[in-house]
């Protein structure tokens, strides 16, 4: 199993996370302090599993609210015709998306085994979980954590 | 020249960018026929005519690779091109979906621009 420094993983979950919300969302995610609402009662999360070279699981948070903005500009969707399944499949695809380019920047001559993206129930307490890193959207915030499996 | 192209991925969310996305780019699509796995994709393909195939490689039921398998085994289907969209960029991944007969890699994330241009690539046009 590959040592990776933590500074190292989350350096490269930042630049994916740039750069998926750059090319896919048309958004800009700026780093922030915190993200009000993400891990909450009220908030969408997703979870993607990840083994073979390395092993661990990828969180993704972030309120109801922007999960419905992100969905309408990602589904070219009118915010109103947004529900439910909408924002937790645009979450999940983010998710993935964001898992999947931090660890091929990692090892790009690795294999690479991620599970499918899964909606986490009951987020609440979820920020207790881990390092988390939050950022700012047009429309909101989000927060992503990573944690490899010792 | 219209293109007919068949959008193969499990997250309805990620059909929906990638048809969007194809208009956004300018590329010349026709119609774009959506299926949710490559058992669905070789359903739709027993009755559909298409000029180009994207296909993600997890899905359920049945996954990117075993579509180009069957896709390679069948004399109809095998000339048809497949640019394989993925989050996984690594080397192995790349090679083997090149080894099974996929003209075209495109790795999430990914723009318009590129989408475009890989499928203009696989195709053999040029902008």
Known sequence: MTTIEDATLREAVSAAVEQAMDAMFFDAAEPACECTGAGAADCVTAAVRFHDFIEGEFLLTMPRQTAVALAASFMALDPEAVDAAHSEQTVCELANIICGAALSRLDPSAELRLSPPEVVAGSCGLMEWGVWQHYRLLDGCMSVSIRLTP | MAYRVLVVDDSPAMRGFIRRVIALSGFDAAECLEAGDGAEALERLRTETVDVILTDINMPRMDGEELMKRLAADERLRSIPTLVVSTDSTKLRIGRMSE??????????????????KLERVLGVSS
Request: glycine fraction near 16%; proline fraction near 11%.
């Open chain 2, 100 to 117: 099974l007969g996929a003209q075209g890699y495109l790795s999430k994330p990914f723009s318009p621009e590129m989408l475009r241009g």
